[in-house]
């Protein structure tokens, strides 16, 4: 045994991993030489879901894993932003490499971590933060690497999907899903950072960062939850030809480069959102994620599979270990050491600095420029309740045509409470435009608009 890993956690998804690496046969013979050498704990009494050996130092000091002369690589499965944003610094700064699976902390501190790991040469890597078992990080950072990435657009929250996939299925509301979803444990006591779109949103911002090679601000990705999708929107939805998703999409928004930073302006954001049945994330259902990636000259790609959960998360986590195992094992011939030993071996630029393997590490240093929402150009669907009275449809026409809203249907599908309900669609418009119609609209007399969605 002589590469360490030292893990912080042992959840769900912290236990994962240790069964994997406590039980290496049949699977790469790499992890054989990793040693699951300490465990840091928030409690030393909790029954664990993985039967650890006798002799594994489990310790609730997780400053002393991290700062561990002997370690090599520390797993970060605590998730929450902080301690786990120092505990990783900290990890850091001693020389280790960090794997981790925590979205929300790179998200929002991803620039302050990938400087100081550039700076101490040492890998952060994060397969596990998006997506859970699906290999999507890796292929953006290597397998795609040839391509001019175009766009990425994902179902990466499985709570949302699950609870999406169940009102198509049964009729249901959002309310009464979400409630039996947290009686079976499919979503969390407090759903917030899923069903608000939250989540996918970190998750966005990560593979945008990776796809268009520049970090991201993740207050200006814009983000939706899916709280306001009815049944009624459902309902209609599936009679037009599509079904709602909570779509994550990044997008270069222009092939005419930043001028200060050289990066493509971008639209990232978080929505529900109409698809078409045939479209191929549409068939995506229940907890499964899928990423749909297009670039140039690839054409399109597509990930599936499972987003979350002990096994697949770990799958990620113990890939992204080997992989730094692999680096070292490469770097130092079979007598792997200590990560700092990198720079000092032969691994070093000409400045001195640790060289890290650029497909592997995230140099990035400019920010991308994010299109605000008003500018993006999308189709959109809208439903209208109103009095039934002569001329409505036509009132509601004009209004759209005097913003410069070209519609591709608008229909009236029936009465509610008494009142007309009109469903609108539109051709692809400015969205700022189609919101000054809305606005106007809403002002008319016992008008009133439900829902505003967008369509892809
Ligand atoms: N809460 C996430 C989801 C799983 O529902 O997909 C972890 O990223």
Redesign the pocket.
Known sequence: MAFKVGLLGLGTVGAGTAEILLNPAQRHPLLQEIELYRIGVRSLDKPRAVKLPPDLLLTTDLDAIVTDPNIDVVVEVIGGLEPARSLMLKAIAHGKHVVTAN?AAIARFGDEIFTAANEAGVYVLLEAAVA?GIPVIEPLKQSLCANRIQMIMGI?????NYILSRMQMEGSSFESVLADAQALGYAEADPT??VDGL?AADKIAILASLAFGGRIKLAEVHCEGIRQVSAADIAYAEKLGFVIKLLATAKRDSQIAHEDSGLAQLQVRVHPTLVPKIHPLASVNGVF?AILIEGDPVGQVMFYGP??GAGPTASAIVSDILNIAAILKVGRGSNMGRSSNVAQGNNVQADGKPLLDPLLACSHQDYCTIAPISDLVTRFYARVLTHDHPGVIGKLGTCFGSHNVSLESIVQIGLRNDRAEIVVITHHVREGNFRAALEEIRSFESVTVPSVLRVV
């Open positions: 979205k859970g990466v929250n499985g709570t949302t950072a899923d989540d994620n987003g979350a």
